[in-house]
């Protein structure tokens, strides 16, 4: 089996085209999205149209759910620039999305933890900065989960394969097209990456799980010019360079 795995694609359509593109290539038996899909100040709506188009099975994830659960006016600006141009049709099919997916018997989906959206599985934030969690602490979160054989996460943008002993193979993806974002008060701490975007195709063979992991350059320049346009320098640059720093 071979599985493609996308997440947090934060309105890049530019860099989900590319990716599609990639996994079709490839020729996969399925793919996955794990959620964030429209907020980011680029194109909400043509991404949703896209996705909806390839009838992708989705996660909900945090910022999905927010369009809906938060008042406009606690909304951050990527947010609710998503928000302004979905409208309540599309707001409302993201709001739907399960929290989590069954892909089979052994494959779990999420987007933060099994428990909880806005919570990192693999990270923690110490001294303002994103580190790998401890074994203990990602245990905890995967409560249940830990009889699962392979759980698939997003929300930290951080590309990763985890092998927990005794527990599940965690894939998360890395991020489509965010690989940092300004209106996140962690942004300015994380470590310098890149702007290409990530995804993972999950395979099974000789009755192991394992994962190819892929950084794919695209037309960034067009998403930094339309961010730059819609929102700020500060986007511009992050998705030009892959960091605020």
């Known amino acids: 089996m071979r599985l493609a795995v996308i997440s947090d694609i934060h309105a890049n359509l530019a860099a989900l085209e590319a990716v599609l593109d990639d996994i079709a290539s ?8 794990l959620g964030d899909c429209v907020s980011g100040p680029l194109w909400p709506k043509e991404t949703m149209e896209l996705l909806a188009s390839r009838g992708i ?3 909900r994830g945090n910022h999905d759910r927010w369009l809906r659960d938060r008042p406009v006016e606690r909304l951050a600006g990527s947010d609710r620039f998503a928000h302004d141009q979905l409208g309540e049709a599309w707001i409302g099919k993201l709001y739907d999305l399960p929290a989590t997916i069954d892909v089979n018997a052994e494959v779990y989906a999420v987007h933060g933890t099994p428990t909880d959206d806005n919570t990192y599985l693999l990270e923690d934030t110490e001294s303002g900065r994103m580190a790998p969690s401890p074994r203990a602490a990602v245990i905890e979160r995967l409560g249940a989960a830990m009889n699962r054989t392979v759980v698939l996460c997003g929300h930290s943008h ?3 394969l985890t092998q927990i002993p005794g527990g599940p193979l965690i894939l998360n993806p890395g991020t489509v097209g965010c690989p940092v974002s300004p209106d996140n008060k962690l942004a300015l ?16 063979r000789l009755g192991q799980w394992g994962a190819e992991l892929f950084a ?23 998705l030009t360079v892959g960091s605020v720093t």
């Open 26 to 33: 490839k020729s996969p038996d399925a793919s996955i999205n």
């Open 57 to 59: 099975p989705s996660v």
């Open 158 to 160: 951080r590309q990763s």
């Open 189 to 204: 701490s994380l470590e310098f990456r890149s702007p290409h975007a990530r995804y993972a195709i999950l395979t099974r």
């Open 216 to 238: 794919l350059p695209y037309d960034w320049e067009r998403a930094a010019a339309r961010a730059e346009t819609v929102a700020s320098a500060a986007w511009r640059d992050a």
